[in-house]
Nanobody, 112 residues
Framework: QVQLVESGGGLVQAGGSLRLSCAAS????????MAWYRQAPGKQRELVAH???????TYVDSVKGRFTISRDSSKNTVYLQMNSLKPEDTAVYYC??????WGQGTQVTVSS
């Protein structure tokens, strides 16, 4: 059974930083891609950042220049470094492995 476990969420003031981690129970290269999504209250879940097995990254426009997705294959872990956080970044952040696997989510709250 594949597991994805997120960590690193919390409460931070606007302008601050957080680093989210997503630890996979198998090699991250077994997924065709890894991604971070987020869902704010009353809104649809949206793709935030995406990384392919060859390292190509993409970001939603609202986080470009502030967020960075990366990975450590030796730890089977994908990260989301979030800088210059804004209140509108408040959401539950989810890790996704390939098309089928989701983590349980981690809450990020940015206060103004």
């Amino acid at each position: 059974q594949v597991q994805l476990v997120e960590s690193g969420g919390g409460l931070v003031q606007a302008g601050g930083s957080l680093r989210l981690s997503c630890a996979a129970s198998r090699t991250i290269f077994s997924f065709n891609a890894m991604a971070w999504y987020r869902q704010a209250p009353g809104k649809q879940r949206e793709l935030v950042a995406h990384i392919t097995p060859v390292g190509t990254t993409t970001y939603v426009d609202s986080v470009k220049g502030r967020f960075t997705i990366s990975r450590d294959s030796s730890k089977n872990t994908v990260y989301l470094q979030m800088n210059s956080l804004k209140p509108e970044d408040t959401a539950v952040y989810y890790c996704r492995g390939g098309m089928a696997y989701w983590g349980q989510g981690t809450q990020v709250t940015v206060s103004s």
